[in-house]
C-alpha cells in the first residue's frame, strides 16, 4: 500500500477542540469486520459489547506537561521548548523542540519563567528543530523535576487553536494514568469514566495494564510514498509479567481481547512469542504498523478518528480492513463524528 491510499479530505470543523462534555458519552462508531455493518453509539454503550473474563488493554502513560515558554537572552525573543524526553536526569539534559527554531543555535541561553528562575543552555542541534538543552538549576532533582511541571502547560495538539485551559490538565489524561512519560495522550482511553470502568469491572470484564510512553513520532507525518520505507521513532515501552498472564488467559479461553488504542496495539504487537502469546517487555519499540499485517494478540481495538495520511490510520486500515476502513471514515465525515485527540471513538470488533 502507498501513502496516498489513505488520503482523504476533512473537513476543518470536524476536528474537535473541546472534549465531550462527559468522557463516556462521546459519540461510537461499532464495526463489525466479519458482518460489515457500522453502527452509530455512545462510548458508554461500550458495556453491552463486552462480557465476563473479556480484556481491556490500557495503556497507563501519563502525560506530563511538556509544553513551556523561554525567552531568548539579549533579544528577549519568545521560544516553545517542547520537552521530548529526558537524556541524562543527574546532568539535567532533554532532548526538546524548540519554536521558532532558526533563532536558536548552540550556546544560546534560554530564560523561563517571571523571575527567570530556570535557565537552559543548547548545547547540541539534533534534527531541523530538535535541540538538546541542559538546564542550569540549584536544586535537588526533586525541586527541578518540580519546577518543569510548574512552568509547563499540558501539551494539547497544535491544530488545537484555543488556548490551554484548566480543564485540559484533567481532560488530556486518562482516568487510569500512573506512569508519567508521555508527551502526547493516549486518546482512544480518554472516553472512559470512573463509572464506566465499574460498570466493565462489575461485568467481569478485566484490565491489563502496559506502559507506552507516547512521543512525537507517532504523529510525524509520513513524507515517502513507500510505506516500507518509513521510519517510526523510538518509544518506551513496559510489558509486566501480570499484564501478560491476563491477556495469554484469555487467548486460552479465546475471549475477547480489545487494545484500548493505537499505543496499545503498538505495544502489544511489539512482544509477540513464537506461539502468539505476549510477552513481557521492558526497553523501546519502533513497530511500525500498516497493512498487510498478521495480529497476534488482540481481536478488537478502541480507536479515535484519525488525520489523513498518519501512521494511526495506517494501522487501524491493517486491523480493519483498507475498503471497510474507508467506509467507515466516509461514514463520519457524513455523519459529522468528531476527529483527532479531543474526539469521537470507534469500536472495531
Known amino acids: ?15 474537535a477542540e473541546f472534549p465531550a462534555e462527559n468522557r463516556d458519552e462521546s459519540r461510537l462508531m461499532v464495526i463489525n469486520r466479519e458482518k460489515k455493518t457500522i453502527e ?3 462510548f458508554k454503550d461500550l458495556i453491552n459489547y463486552f462480557d465476563n473474563d473479556d480484556v481491556l488493554i490500557l495503556n497507563n502513560t501519563k502525560v506530563f506537561p511538556a509544553r513551556m515558554y523561554g525567552n531568548k ?6 521560544i516553545e521548548v517542547f520537552l521530548l524526553r529526558e537524556l541524562n536526569a ?4 532533554w532532548d526538546v523542540l524548540v519554536d521558532p527554531a532558526r533563532k536558536i543555535r548552540i550556546g544560546n541561553k534560554l530564560y523561563f519563567g517571571d523571575d527567570d528562575s530556570l535557565v537552559a543552555e543548547v548545547i547540541d542541534n539534533t534534527t531541523s528543530r530538535g535541540r538538546t538543552l541542559r538546564f542550569l538549576y540549584d536544586g535537588s532533582y526533586e525541586e527541578f523535576r518540580y519546577k518543569l511541571t510548574e512552568l ?9 487553536t484555543r488556548e490551554v485551559n484548566e480543564d485540559d490538565a484533567d481532560r488530556y489524561q486518562t482516568i487510569y494514568a500512573k506512569e508519567e512519560g508521555s508527551v502526547a495522550a493516549p486518546t482512544a482511553g480518554l472516553h472512559f469514566s470512573r463509572h464506566l470502568l465499574k460498570r466493565l469491572e ?4 478485566k484490565f491489563a495494564e502496559v506502559t507506552l510512553h507516547v512521543g512525537l513520532g507517532t504523529f510525524n507525518p509520513v513524507e515517502v510514498e513507500d510505506l516500507s520505507k518509513h521510519k517510526m521513532d523510538s518509544e518506551e515501552l513496559k510489558i509486566t509479567q501480570e499484564a501478560c498472564d491476563i491477556v495469554n488467559e484469555a487467548k486460552v479461553k479465546k475471549k475477547r481481547i480489545c487494545a484500548v488504542g493505537t499505543t496499545s496495539m503498538r505495544a502489544i504487537e511489539s512482544s509477540v512469542s513464537s506461539a502468539r502469546t505476549l510477552n513481557t517487555f521492558d526497553g523501546w519499540t519502533n513497530k511500525f504498523i ?4 498478521d495480529f497476534s494478540i488482540a481481536n478488537c481495538m478502541i480507536t479515535n478518528f484519525h488525520t489523513p495520511k498518519s501512521t ?11 475498503d471497510l476502513m474507508k467506509k467507515a471514515y466516509e461514514e463520519a465525515i457524513k455523519e459529522e463524528y468528531k476527529f483527532y485527540s479531543y474526539g469521537d471513538a470507534m469500536l472495531i470488533l
Open 1 to 15: 500500500m502507498k501513502l496516498s491510499h489513505f488520503n482523504f479530505n476533512l473537513p476543518k470543523e470536524l476536528l
Open 40 to 42: 452509530h453509539k455512545l
Open 73 to 78: 537572552e539579549k533579544t528577549g525573543a519568545r
Open 90 to 93: 543527574e546532568q539535567r539534559l
Open 152 to 160: 509547563g502547560e499540558t501539551p494539547i495538539p497544535k491544530y488545537i
Open 202 to 205: 462489575i461485568k467481569g470484564v
Open 290 to 293: 500498516f497493512p498487510p499485517h
Open 312 to 322: 494511526l490510520l495506517m494501522m487501524i486500515s491493517a486491523f480493519c480492513g483498507h
